[in-house]
């Protein structure tokens, strides 16, 4: 089953544009992660945030998490063509015997 | 070496047939996955496995089983499969299985069809 769910869906963007990514998710996690996929290949991790923290950032990604809110976003600056991909939140629920439950995904078109 | 690989690449078989998907890893890590992925859909968990034995099997039909014969390896074998069980059969690994460093590396993923 779902844990998590992504808004929106689909988003596509100009190149040099910023993209926000959001998931929503149920019960109570020790982390949230954000996977980047790209068509029809492996999942790429692009970064963990555990539940006490509320901001991450690595080179152009900015994540956040709010746990009052069972909600995070993932925020990609100045993107480029080759950040095209599917985007999947992943939660580690803190009673889902250790293991991932991803949300439905953002499917990010940035046009050249 | 931070790679997981995934053999084959593509497989085609017939609902009769028995063919295995194989994933090996050589990070050291202790735990490993096998998820399906159906198109614009995310992976769904099947398996894992952690220290070598089975930890989770999430309903999954007898008709996939999974081996792990070593740290490093990590088998699916496939008898008796139906069309609907075509997907994308992506293996991960991770250092421990759970926890707050729970990171998982996928392998690129065995395209699977069923005729």
């Known amino acids: 089953s779902q844990q998590g769910e992504e808004d929106p869906q689909a988003l596509s963007i100009q190149e040099g544009e910023n993209a926000t990514m959001n998931c929503s998710y149920k019960t109570s996690i020790n982390n949230l992660q954000w996977y980047r996929q790209n068509s029809g290949r492996g999942l790429v991790h692009l970064i963990l945030i555990r539940s006490n923290e509320r901001e991450k950032h690595s080179g152009r990604l900015r994540v956040t998490l709010d746990t009052s809110k069972k909600s995070s976003s993932l925020l990609i600056t100045a993107s480029r063509a080759a950040d095209t991909a599917s985007y999947f939140c992943a939660t580690d629920a803190n009673n889902a015997g250790n293991m991932l439950t991803f949300g439905g995904g953002t499917r990010l078109m940035v046009k050249p | 070496d931070t790679e997981v690989t995934q053999t084959p690449k593509h497989l085609v078989m017939g609902m009769t047939n028995k063919k295995s998907l194989k994933c090996e890893q050589h990070m050291g890590h202790r735990a490993m996955y096998w998820y399906k992925q159906k198109a614009k859909k995310p992976p769904e968990l099947m398996f894992v496995?952690?220290?070598?034995?089975?930890?989770i099997n999430e309903s999954v039909p007898s008709r996939f089983s999974p081996e792990c014969p070593n740290s490093s390896l990590l088998n699916l074998h496939l008898h008796a499969l139906q069309p609907e069980d075509s997907a994308l059969y992506l293996c991960a690994s991770s250092l421990v299985a759970g926890g707050s460093y729970n990171e998982q590396f996928f392998g690129p993923g065995t395209r699977l069809t069923v005729l």
């Open positions: 496995y952690s220290y070598e034995k089975l930890s």
